[in-house]
């Protein structure tokens, strides 16, 4: 059983960052091993929040603290989900049937949608992050690992509830998840999400925060179900971002 959590823990990592793992990703599909995913999630954000809260002792100011720390991010992750984001808002935005938004999806240039979600989404963002980094820096740290964690179960969560919405790409490539293994997936990124939160910050921010997630979640997929029918792997990316700024912002209403 530990063998196959840290195959597929491992395997997550290598799907998720850009990190070199022993191996490589498996030839079977990855749809299973995605339980791992808040796990892998989880790591990823203590990273991002160690290095804002090291630069942030430091006596950078914190918007310049969270710029670097979105950098960071994005080297780890290979800028998976900021891309995701702007694919999207170019398909949904651009497309006049379900087809053409496949279509501008698919392609590799950027358009005005996309660019203008991406500089939004990394402005506030990163203005939230400014804000946090003035506050305690394990907090900081507990927080983007909770937001880590419970934004990448909820990519399993998506995929499994809804169907692929092309027969080849990332998504299907990965395969789609069985319920168990969302159920998984969202039973442990939301157990971590909630107590890391409830430990640094307490209950009343706890449910506002992890409601906020869920929240962006929920309105997400409807969107995807509306635009395109289904789930693509640019749409779990900015499903992805979506959550965990979502989060992030909340948690700084607190602050």
Do not use: N
């Amino acid at each position: 059983m530990a063998k196959s959590w840290t195959a597929d823990l491992a395997a997550s990592f290598g799907f998720l960052t850009r990190l070199p793992i022993p191996g490589g990703l498996p030839s079977a599909p990855l749809a299973e091993a995605m339980r791992a995913f808040p796990l892998a999630g989880a790591v990823i954000g203590a990273v991002s929040g160690l290095v804002l809260a090291g630069l942030a002792l430091t006596g950078l100011p914190g918007l310049a603290a969270a710029g670097l720390t979105l950098a960071a991010l994005a080297l780890l992750t290979g800028g998976l989900h900021e891309d995701g984001l702007a694919d999207t808002a170019d398909g949904f935005g651009g497309g006049q049937d379900r087809d053409s938004k496949l279509a501008i999806m698919r392609d590799s240039h950027i358009g005005a949608y996309g660019v203008i979600a991406l500089i939004l989404g990394l402005l506030v963002k990163a203005a939230c992050l400014g804000a946090l980094a003035e506050g305690p820096a394990m907090a900081v740290i507990a927080l983007l690992a909770a937001s880590g964690a419970l934004s990448r179960a909820l990519i399993v969560w998506l995929m499994a509830s809804t169907p692929p919405a092309r027969s080849d790409g990332l998504a299907h490539g990965a395969g789609q998840p069985s319920d168990f293994t969302s159920r998984k997936a969202l039973l442990l990124g939301g157990v971590i999400a909630a107590l890391l939160i409830l430990a640094t910050l307490g209950l009343g921010p706890a449910l506002v925060i992890m409601g906020a997630g869920a929240l962006t979640a929920g309105l997400t997929r409807f969107l995807a179900m509306r635009q395109v029918g289904g789930h693509t792997g640019d749409i779990c990316g900015a499903l992805q971002f979506l959550v965990e700024t979502a989060m992030i912002a909340a948690a700084a209403s607190f602050s």
